[in-house]
């Protein structure tokens, strides 16, 4: 089974600028998260989607930070403007939403520096 | 906010040596998972052991968990080199009836020299 893919893997932007992540979920995961992780830190939850809802986005600065799932398969986020502060790995991570099923997948992240 | 706080931050060891990771967390729990991030790659999913469980085994690892002191123990044994990478306990609180969220840890860098 195909793993969790993100895009690009690497990104350098300065700031102010936009960027865009891709991710591409495990097939038939109903669930997916992106998670923020800065350097030396465990990853922080921005948002979860159950299918094309969103579930719970209350650590996503929405000032800056958006995120959807149109199709409840492929997500992308986005920051616009960005901050140096942004500087982190960002992970998507998927889930099959059953009941039971605790596992949470990731994929390789996106690398950001904010310059 | 991370909920986990593992200890020690860093661990360096000899290959064939054991290495122990604990993790404290702050509120209550439904589970609690132990995830393996090699450098520059995603986080993998090592073991899950549920609130009324107290001790699990999977191949050489071993997870204790204690709810009265709000921590839990990863113990590999028979440390490989290729153990190493940074380890992150994560937990799903006892109110998240759905959503089944994880709050990670700050992690342990667990470098086994061959």
């Known amino acids: 089974e195909a793993g969790v893919a993100q895009s690009p893997r690497y990104k350098i932007i300065e700031k102010r600028q936009s960027v865009a992540f891709w991710c591409n979920p495990i097939s038939g995961h109903a669930t997916l998260y992106w998670y923020q992780q800065i350097l030396g830190q465990?990853?922080?939850?921005?948002?979860?989607?159950?299918?094309?809802?969103?579930?719970?986005?209350?650590?996503?600065?929405?000032?800056?930070?958006?995120?959807?799932?149109?199709?409840?398969?492929?997500?992308?986020?986005?920051?616009?403007?960005?901050?140096?502060?942004?500087?982190?790995?960002?992970?998507?991570?998927?889930?099959?939403?059953?009941?039971?099923?605790?596992?949470?997948?990731?994929?390789?992240?996106?690398?950001?520096?904010?310059? | 906010s991370q909920q986990g706080e593992e200890d020690p931050q860093a661990l360096s060891i000899q290959e064939g040596e054991n290495a122990t990771m604990n993790c404290s967390y702050k509120t209550s729990i439904n589970n609690l998972q132990w995830y393996r991030q090699n450098s520059g790659r995603g986080l993998v999913h090592l073991i899950l052991i549920r609130s009324n469980e107290r001790e699990k085994h999977s191949g050489r690892?071993?997870?204790?968990?204690?709810?009265?002191?709000?921590?839990?123990?990863?113990?590999?044994?028979?440390?490989?080199?290729?153990?190493?990478?940074?380890?992150?306990?994560?937990?799903?609180?006892?109110?998240?009836?759905?959503r089944r969220a994880l709050t990670f840890g700050s992690g342990t860098r667990l470098q086994v020299q061959p």
Do not use: W
Not at chain 1, 74 to 85: F, G, H, M, R, V
């Open chain 1, 42 to 115: 465990g990853p922080k939850l921005l948002i979860q989607f159950q299918n094309n809802g969103v579930v719970d986005d209350s650590q996503l600065p929405k000032d800056r930070f958006s995120a959807e799932r149109l199709k409840g398969v492929d997500s992308t986020l986005k920051i616009q403007p960005a901050k140096l502060e942004d500087s982190a790995v960002y992970l998507c991570a998927s889930r099959t939403g059953g009941s039971g099923q605790e596992t949470q997948y990731f994929g390789p992240g996106t690398r950001l520096l904010v310059l």
């Open chain 2, 61 to 98: 690892l071993r997870v204790t968990l204690d709810t009265s002191k709000k921590s839990s123990s990863l113990l590999i044994t028979a440390s490989r080199a290729a153990d190493t990478a940074s380890y992150f306990c994560a937990t799903r609180s006892a109110g998240d009836t759905g």
